[in-house]
């Protein structure tokens, strides 16, 4: 298995040998940079597209991430590395994530995506979240005080502020949400989830953000397009 916290080449190599030995079709689902991940195997491993009849991606940082950009200023600032790598994975992941990186890239494979996606059905969920910066009011019980979601939650926070300030970017506390749709897929956006909520069953109100339900409902909205 990969971890987010390798390269994304290093990890797209990963997922070229393990879907070259699958035998049957994939639907894949992922989320945050495991999508940077799965895009240049599909750019980089043409062969193994035919292996792959939908795509669902959550929380994409297509297009980088402000937080990323952060790199060349917490290099300075030991203290404040870890709660960001926490977000974002290595130095070498959080380098891929770059906002400039990130265009130049997609820039340049814009015809190869194109064609993919001319063949491949692909939705895109993106979200964002009204929060404020600082801590948990209230801390839900899987969120134990030291733990690295806890840090990583009061982090979104304090990151999402400084998004929506400084850039004037709605973002889920991790990726803006314009970050999160890639060009020719279908798009879904949500306006009350954070990048931890989309794919953790934090909430005990699920008329606020249901997990399992936004899993189900974009899986059918998949499947519908692959009748």
Known sequence: PSSSQESVSHNADDLAEYIRKQQMPLVIIGHSKGNLDFLDMLIRYPELRVKITGWI?????FYGTPIADFEEEVSYKRPLLKPILML???R???HDMKTNNRFSY???HRQTISTILENLPMISFGSFKLIKAGKLKKQPRHLTRGSSAYTGTNMMKSHHDRMLNLHGLKNDGAVPIGSTVLPGSEYVIYENADHLEAIADFQKDKTKFDTLANFKSLLRMLLARLK
């Open 57 to 61: 991606s959550i929380q994409a940082p």
């Open 88 to 90: 974002t994975g290595s």
């Open 92 to 94: 070498q992941s959080l």
């Open 106 to 108: 997609m820039d340049s």
